[in-house]
Structures are given as structure tokens and as C-alpha cells.
């Protein structure tokens, strides 16, 4: 038996090998999704990956998709992405590991105006007044919000 096929018998093996890859290869500081995409020439790697992740559960209804002539991709859902995490954290990567950490905390919440609390963008803007070239990924990271809502909170001041 070889380890893809020890992999899709075994989360924890999976979520071992899992966590690596998307540390090193993955597309997702930044990024509300977890995206790993590979070249045409390792076709065949990203294919078992795939295989193992939809074992498990742990991808999206979009499935392994050419992303643009010569890539490969495929996403991981948030919940799986939150179970990989679970199993194998943490990245050795600090910036890495603190994005990881935003998006599992923020996996299956929902957000939205509340009366009672401080608005997105007054909390943005409360933010960039005491800083100086703040990056929407720190701005992220600080306030535990997703991308999404930042740049909209942005695109509002």
C-alpha cells in the first residue's frame, strides 16, 4: 500500500502530509481559500492530492479544474482546511500559521451590522489612523476579519 492509499485511509496521515504542502505550495496568504495549483508536468501529483482531500471530504463541489492553460488547481473548503489545520497544526511559518489561524476561526461564522458593536469600516478606519502603510492582510489579521469584508470596508472610506 502506498501512502496515497494510507492517506485516504487516515485523516491524521492525510492532514500530516496536507499541511506541508500548503505551507510551502499552497496559493492562500492573503486569501479566504486554500488553493493548491500545480503545472501541467505534475498533473498526476496534484490528481492524487486531489484524490486524498475528496477522501476526506475536505474539498469543494468545484472539484480538480484547469485553472489556465498549463495549471491545475483545486480548492479545499473552509471546513476541511479547518479539520487539516486541527489534525496538524501549527505551520512552522509565523506569518503563515497566524493567517491559518484567522481563517479557521472565522470558519462558519457569519458576520453582518450589529447594532450594539462598532461597523466594520468605522473599525478599519479607527485602525489606519494609528498606523502608517497598513497592508489589508494585517489589517486582517488585527481586527480578525476576512479579506472580503476589509476591501469593502475600504472601497466604503
Known sequence: ???????I??????ADILLPLIEYEA?????????????ERNKEQIG???????????TTKKGLHQYR????TFSLSKAGFKEIYSLSGPMSDKRKDDWAQ??????GQVGGWRKDKPS??????????GTSGATVEEICLKLRLQPGVVNEALRGL
Open 27 to 39: 496559493c492562500f496568504l492573503g486569501s479566504e481559500a486554500v488553493k493548491l495549483v500545480q503545472a
Open 69 to 72: 492553460k498549463g495549471l491545475w
Open 9 to 14: 485511509l487516515s485523516k491524521q496521515l492525510a
Open 48 to 58: 492524487q492530492l486531489f484524490r486524498v482531500v475528496s477522501a476526506h471530504g475536505w
Open 1 to 7: 500500500m502506498n501512502y496515497i492509499e494510507r492517506a
Open 102 to 107: 484567522l481563517l479557521v476561526e472565522r470558519t
Open 120 to 129: 466594520t469600516r468605522s473599525r478599519v478606519s479607527a485602525y489606519l489612523r
